[in-house]
């Protein structure tokens, strides 16, 4: 009987019952996950998606039965009066907002040569301007409640520098640059601001890449295989969490190794 | 509410968040130029009217209080 009862109990404690997390774009790969990781604590979920409807829809069907559900708006983050209309979007449709995710982001990889200024400047407003917008958007409503969380999503292309992702490589470094400045500003307020920074993981993104430089990277992965969406997932969970109260300003990476 | 009460309410959460006497305080002064406010302060200020009035102030209202008169001014518009 006690065994059925250990059995039945959840694996992981409900570590952000309750709370408000907005993701933005989160209806595939890594912000999917974390969708599904915060859900799966028991928190609630708004989360953005520029286009990809039913894929949102999905996610949202899919946690339905977990926490306290997930709302999928439709956004295009550049734009930072709908990243405002997407925060007050939040804290009507759930009463409140504990925390944020910015995750949407793009790769336009070329060798610089090729590299039109286009492709440039797509993937720093995605990345980086996004990033700035929806922190900004947020920071408010964070400050007055004297508490908050941040979580963006880096890369260790931003730490290392990667061939062909110039744009990419400099949109992450200064994803963490703000947050290192953002943690240090808004840490008087209860709010904590972190960086998540993956190596491979396996999501549409890496899907994309060239087969012969996925295998190159694979054998120079300690671990010896790409990382788990999932793994991402919990780890922002965890970030989000009270538990993670100390932690500010850090770029945590997860690799498998890859930058030792 | 009475507007004297706001007007003294306003003064002494401002007062207190600058950590100053109430009485030396112009009500004119510049928060920032004079005062030394910064814009940590006006946010805290901002939080605090609401706190006190129950009331919610539109984040766009934030760079409207240059003043303790102006805090007063957007503190009444929002109190019915």
Same mark, same amino acid.
């Given at each position: ?41 028991g ?14 829809? &999905? ?8 926490g306290?559900?997930?709302?999928a ?7 930072? =009066? ?5 925060? +007050?979007e939040?804290?009507? &449709?759930?009463?409140?907002?504990? @925390? ?16 039109s200024p286009?492709?440039? &400047? ?38 290392m520098?990667?061939e ?7 949109? =992450?470094?200064?994803?963490? @640059?703000?947050?290192?400045s ?12 972190? +960086?998540?920074?993956p ?12 087969? =012969? ?6 054998? &120079?992965?300690?671990?010896?295989r ?35 | ?6 007007? #003294?309410?306003?003064?002494? /959460?401002?007062?207190?968040? /600058?950590e ?5 305080i112009?009500?004119?002064?510049? /928060? ?27 984040? #766009?209202?934030?760079?409207?209080i ?15």
């Open positions: 009987m006690t065994q059925t009862i250990a059995l039945l109990r959840p694996a992981v404690p409900p570590m952000l019952k309750d709370r408000v997390i907005l993701i933005t774009g989160g209806s595939r790969g890594i912000g999917r996950a974390i969708v599904e990781a915060i859900c799966a604590a928190g609630r979920a708004a989360f953005t998606y520029q286009s990809r409807k039913a894929d949102a829809e &999905q996610v949202v069907r899919q946690v339905s039965g977990e306290g559900g997930a709302l708006i439709q956004a295009d983050i550049r734009d930072f =009066k709908r990243t405002q209309a997407v925060v +007050a939040t804290i009507e &449709q759930f009463g409140r907002l504990d @925390g944020l995710v910015n995750n949407a982001g793009i790769t336009r990889d070329k060798a610089l040569m090729m590299m286009e492709d440039w &400047q797509e993937v720093l407003d995605t990345n980086l301007t996004g990033t700035f917008n929806a922190c900004r958007a947020a920071i408010v409503t964070f400050m007055k409640q004297k508490a908050g969380r941040i979580v963006n999503i880096t890369s260790v292309a931003g730490l520098g990667a062909r992702q110039v744009n990419y490589a400099a949109s =992450k470094a200064g994803i963490i @640059g703000l947050t290192r953002l943690a240090k500003e808004v840490a008087g307020y209860g709010i904590t601001v972190n +960086a998540i920074a190596g491979y993981i396996e999501t549409g993104m890496t899907a994309s890449l060239d087969a =012969k430089r996925l295998e190159a990277a694979r054998t &120079q992965i300690p671990v010896g790409f990382g788990r969406a999932g793994e991402v997932g919990s780890l922002a969970a965890y970030l989000l969490s009270g538990a993670a109260g100390y932690i500010t300003g850090q770029a945590v990476v997860i690799d498998g190794g890859l930058t030792l | 509410m009475a507007e004297r009460k706001i007007d #003294q309410d306003v003064m002494a /959460l401002i007062a207190d968040i /600058l100053m006497e109430p009485g030396k112009d009500p004119n002064a510049h /928060l920032v130029e004079d005062l030394g406010m910064d814009s940590m302060m006006a946010l805290e200020i901002l939080a605090g009217i609401e706190k006190r009035f129950k009331i919610k102030v539109p984040e #766009q209202d934030l760079p409207m240059t003043s303790v008169n102006r805090a007063i001014e957007l503190t009444k518009k929002y109190v019915k």
